[in-house]
């Protein structure tokens, strides 16, 4: 056990004070003190690298307080603006284009719609491939610019709605059951066969 020893003296006196035989040395010494310091170094090196990581992360994906590159989020929803690319199903609720452009969609195999009920079933499908349009649902109908029905197609019948029906094909048309129309007329000055 260590002993400590105080001595007091009056001024004007000189005592010579006792030899300490055990010195403690407080603190961190030797080998010890330089593998602290390097793990401290070592991790203030660790510490800029990622920061400068982090910045170099944000500035190359563009990111702002309004959104991440061409995706900005407004009020209405998220607006992406320019060519972006999408690896996995996109779910959208709308999809707009700009007023003054078309909205473009490119697949190298092809490109499906789907509208889903409540249930999360598919109840239409669209599907643009490379050499077939294909529709999957109860009724398809294309519209005129008024909103006048121009096709319909459903299960039972197709009903073309235009006022003038022209079959231009060198064949004409061939109908294998009967046909009934008010009026059957020929180009001008061209025969009726």
């Not at 105080?6 to 407080?26: D, F, H, Q, W």
């Not at 080998?31 to 203030?44: A, D, E, G, S, T």
């Not at 929803?77 to 999408?86: C, P, V």
């Amino acid at each position: 056990m260590v002993r400590e020893q105080y001595t007091t003296t009056t001024p004007g006196t000189s005592l010579e004070r006792p030899k300490n035989e055990y010195v403690y040395k407080i603190g961190i010494y030797g080998w010890r003190k330089r593998c602290l310091y390097l793990f401290v170094l070592l991790l203030l090196i660790i510490l800029v690298v990622n920061f400068s990581l982090t910045i170099w992360i944000l500035k190359v994906m563009w990111f702002s307080p309004t959104g991440m590159g061409h995706l900005r989020v407004t009020k209405e929803g998220l607006r992406l603006e320019g060519e972006s690319e999408f690896l996995f199903p996109l779910y959208a609720k709308e999809i707009h284009s700009r007023v003054d452009s078309s909205l473009l969609l490119q697949s190298t195999h092809n490109v499906t719609v789907n509208a889903r009920n409540s249930n999360g079933e598919v109840t239409g499908r669209l599907n643009v491939g490379p050499k077939m349009v294909e529709f999957h649902g109860q009724q398809f109908q294309i519209n005129s610019k008024n909103g006048k029905p121009l096709f319909t197609v459903d299960e039972n019948e197709v009903v073309i709605g235009t006022d003038k029906l022209r079959v231009t094909g060198p064949e004409g048309a061939l109908f294998e059951h009967s046909v009934e129309t008010p009026l059957v007329k020929a180009e001008a000055f061209k025969q009726l066969r």
